[in-house]
T-cell receptor, first 116, second 114 residues
Framework: DAGVIQSPRHEVTEMGQEVTLRCKPI?????LFWYRQTMMRGLELLIY????????DSGMPEDRFSAKMPNASFSTLKIQPSEPRDSAVYFC??????????????FGPGTRLTVL | AQSVAQPEDQVNVAEGNPLTVKCTYS??????LFWYVQYPNRGLQFLLK??????LVKGSYGFEAEFNKSQTSFHLKKPSALVSDSALYFC????????????FGTGTSLTVIP
């Protein structure tokens, strides 16, 4: 299995531009999570989906952030307009909700976003 | 509320010595507990988990963790540290009664000194 795939791996953009991060979860997984990691705030959960449905988006910092999961094999996280304080590493993770619900999350390699 | 605490931001240990990275949790029910490791410029990698059963759980790369219900702890241990173990370690908890969300600790940076 290829694992969780994220693209792009690096993104440098200017303030005010739209940024779209992409994630392909592991095949067969039905939960998907978006995290943000910074030195100051550590690892933060932004939003997660179960069976393509957003369950908890309370971690999304502002209306500038939005996430979609149109099907089981693809998700996007969009920032519009981007600001310098959005600079961070964004991780996508997926897991499978089992009957016992004990399945671990598998993380992608992350997208390092720099907003100038 | 569910939460997990890693009381040490930084742990230093000499190569060959035993290491411990501490984690305590707070959940309303019986917790599912996990340890992850993050190497520089990489995503988090799963190390081990406790769901039920034996309190001592063995995982990848020679790591193990002990679940202690009375102390609500799940400390990560390794008998003999390697320089290559130097990384950022995250403890996570999931309360099976409240959905599929994981709660991660703030991370502990482990440095193994040659």
């Amino acid at each position: 299995d290829a694992g969780v795939i994220q693209s792009p791996r690096h993104e440098v953009t200017e303030m005010g531009q739209e940024v779209t991060l992409r994630c392909k979860p592991i095949s067969g997984h039905n939960s998907l999570f978006w995290y943000r990691q910074t030195m100051m705030r550590g690892l933060e959960l932004l939003i997660y989906f179960n069976n393509n449905v957003p369950i908890d988006d309370s971690g999304m910092p502002e209306d500038r952030f939005s996430a979609k999961m149109p099907n089981a094999s693809f998700s996007t996280l969009k920032i519009q307009p981007s600001e310098p304080r959005d600079s961070a590493v964004y991780f996508c993770a997926s897991s499978r909700i089992g009957t016992s619900g004990d399945n671990e999350q598998f993380f992608g390699p992350g997208t390092r976003l720099t907003v100038l | 509320a569910q939460s997990v605490a890693q009381p040490e931001d930084q742990v230093n240990v000499a190569e060959g010595n035993p290491l411990t990275v501490k984690c305590t949790y707070s959940v309303s029910g019986n917790p599912y507990l996990f340890w992850y490791v993050q190497y520089p410029n990489r995503g988090l990698q799963f190390l081990l988990k406790y769901i039920t059963g034996d309190n001592l759980v063995k995982g990848s790369y020679g790591f193990e963790a002990e679940f202690n219900k009375s102390q609500t702890s799940f400390h990560l241990k390794k008998p003999s540290a390697l320089v290559s173990d130097s990384a950022l370690y995250f403890c996570a908890v999931r309360d099976p009664n409240t959905g599929n969300q994981f709660y991660f600790g703030t991370g502990t940076s482990l440095t193994v000194i040659p």
